[in-house]
């Protein structure tokens, strides 16, 4: 198991920008693949970013692609992402996982998750 904790998320008006940041504890960071999940209110948690153990693939959702990011250092085992053009849609609690699968977007996949930090964007 690995212990994540986000931070970076805030208010934001649309059309502008934030770089969430997730610290992972453990010296097995390399061999999880990470991911980045949102749940807004009464609805699933669902999809956002994935990226490979290595930070060779990346996998985005529909709704974000092209506008966010994600990207991992692994020797200083975090891993980030990059929100621009952010829309009113976008606002949600923001969480990042990991899991042992060299990469996957499939929520059940992932078995640590981080306790979520909160990205509001107004329009």
């Known amino acids: 198991q690995v212990q994540l904790v986000e931070s970076g998320g805030g208010l934001v008006q649309a059309g502008g920008s934030l770089r969430l940041a997730c610290a992972a504890s453990?010296?097995?960071?390399?061999?999880?693949?990470m991911g980045w999940f949102r749940q807004a209110p009464g609805k699933e948690r669902e999809f956002v970013a994935a990226?490979?153990?290595?930070?060779?693939?990346?996998f985005s959702a529909d709704s974000v692609k092209g506008r966010f990011t994600i990207s991992r250092d692994n020797a200083k085992n975090m891993v980030y992402l990059e929100m621009n053009s952010l829309k009113p849609e976008d606002t949600a609690v923001y969480f990042c996982?990991?899991?042992?699968?060299?990469?996957?977007?499939?929520?059940?996949?992932?078995?640590?998750w981080g306790q979520g930090t909160q990205v509001t964007v107004s329009s």
């Open positions: 996982a990991a899991s042992s699968r060299v990469v996957t977007t499939i929520k059940g996949e992932y078995t640590s």
């Open positions: 990226i490979s153990r290595k930070g060779g693939t990346t």
């Open positions: 453990g010296r097995t960071f390399s061999s999880y693949a």
